[in-house]
């Protein structure tokens, strides 16, 4: 089972998560893996966009207080 908004499968979210996820919106570095895709679509809406992106940075800003 992969955490929502864990892109890179490492069990936790990270600014790896943030990157991963900015490089496919930016379709630099596309995510092709499903389970991974899933994992990035951070607010279940079925579609990787800048709404999952600041999602992962809120998660990330929020675990650093």
């Known amino acids: 089972?992969?955490?929502a908004a864990d892109a890179n499968s490492d069990?936790?979210?990270?600014a790896l998560d943030y990157?991963?996820?900015k490089n496919h919106i930016m379709k630099?570095?596309?995510i092709s893996d499903k389970d991974?895709?899933?994992a990035a679509d951070a607010n279940s809406d079925n579609n990787i966009?800048?709404?999952?992106?600041?999602r992962i940075k809120n998660?990330?800003?929020s675990k650093q207080k």
Do not use: F
Not at 49 to 54: I, P
């Open 11 to 14: 069990n936790g979210i990270s």
């Open 1 to 3: 089972i992969l955490l």
């Open 19 to 21: 990157v991963k996820v």
């Open 28 to 30: 630099t570095s596309p």
């Open 36 to 38: 991974i895709l899933l």
């Open 59 to 61: 998660i990330i800003l």
């Open 49 to 54: 966009s800048a709404l999952d992106y600041v």
